[in-house]
C-alpha cells in the first residue's frame, strides 16, 4: 500500500489489524520473538497503541539522582514528535511507576500515541480519562524520585521479553 504520510500509515495499521494478525505475520517472516510478554496490559481494554519508538532506558537506584531526579525523562518527554511512543525498559523493578498523568499530558500535547511500560504506572483513572493509550504490567502509586531514573534514550532496550530499537514500529492493542 501507498500512503501519503506517516499518520495516515498508522491510522490505517490502528484500524485494520489487530496483534494476533500482526504476530501470525511476524512469524511467518521469521521474527519469531515480537510479542511481548503477556503482563504487559492495556490500562482500558479500547486502547490501541501504534507509532514509532522512542526507547527509554531505566536504571534502579536507591536514591535520588541530584541535582534533578528527573531531568533525563523531563527530556525524553519533551523530545517525543507526532506518532512517536515511548517505550521502557526498567530494569525488571516493580518499584519504580515511571509513568503517570503528568507525562501523559505532555507526551499528548506533542502528538505521541501512546507508552509502553515495563513496570508498574500510576493515576490510572486519570490516564484513562485522557484516553492516552498506556500499556504496563501493573498499578502502583510510587514515583521514581529515589528508586529509578532514566539512564539513557534511544538505545536498544528489552521492553517485555522483546528487544526493541529506536524508531521501531510498535502495535498493541
Known sequence: MKWKSEEEKLAW???????PVVSDTLDSLGLMHQAMRHDIRPLHPDF????????LLWIATDE?????????????????????????????SWTVA??????????????????????????????????????????MPLDSK?????????VTIQCGGVEVQPGDLVFGD
Open 98 to 139: 515511571p509513568w503517570g498523568e503528568l507525562l501523559s499530558t505532555a507526551s499528548k500535547m506533542r502528538g505521541a500515541t501512546g507508552t509502553i511500560v515495563d513496570a508498574v504506572v500510576r493515576d490510572v483513572k486519570r490516564i484513562i480519562a485522557m484516553g492516552f493509550p498506556t500499556f504496563a504490567r501493573g498499578i
Open 64 to 92: 535520588p539522582v541530584e541535582p534533578n531526579p528527573y531531568v533525563n525523562e523531563i527530556r525524553a518527554i519533551d523530545s517525543l514528535h507526532p506518532g512517536d511512543v515511548a517505550v521502557h525498559s526498567t530494569d525488571d
Open 146 to 154: 529515589g528508586r529509578g531514573f532514566v539512564a539513557d534514550v534511544d
Open 48 to 55: 490501541v497503541v501504534v507509532g514509532r519508538a522512542r526507547t
Open 13 to 19: 495499521i490502528r484500524e485494520k489489524l489487530y496483534t
